[in-house]
């Protein structure tokens, strides 16, 4: 069974988060590691074009189509939704956030 491809597009709300997450990398480790991380995070999520059903549900966002799912990365949970026609990275959560707030996530839109 082959996996039919999807288009990639990201919330405003990814791009915040990743840029949180980038300048936090920065500050802690410096420049190349937060670099490093930061592109494999991109390629990450830029793979999900074919990849999508790769990674688990969310299960903090459980429904019977699994449409939305979660790369463990590291400490962050990258939030994604599948619809019939796309994918739609959400959110970049650290692990340790509330489960309420990554619920929050459903009403996300994505242009």
């Known amino acids: 069974m082959e996996i039919t491809k999807k288009k990639v597009v990201k919330s405003v709300y990814y791009y915040k988060d990743i840029q949180d997450i980038f300048e936090y990398g920065e500050a ?3 420049e190349k590691a937060a670099l490093s991380f930061f592109d494999e995070l991109l390629m990450d999520t830029q793979n999900l074009e074919s990849r999508y059903l790769l990674h688990p549900e969310c299960r903090h966002l459980e429904t019977k189509t699994k449409k939305y ?5 590291g400490s ?5 939704r ?3 026609h796309r994918i739609e990275v959400l959110r970049a959560f650290h692990g340790s956030r509330s489960p309420k707030s ?4 459903r009403s996300i839109k994505v242009d």
């Open 28 to 30: 802690t480790f410096g």
């Open 69 to 73: 799912r979660n790369i463990i990365f």
């Open 76 to 80: 962050y949970l990258i939030i994604y």
């Open 82 to 84: 599948i619809t019939p």
């Open 102 to 105: 990554i619920k929050e996530s």
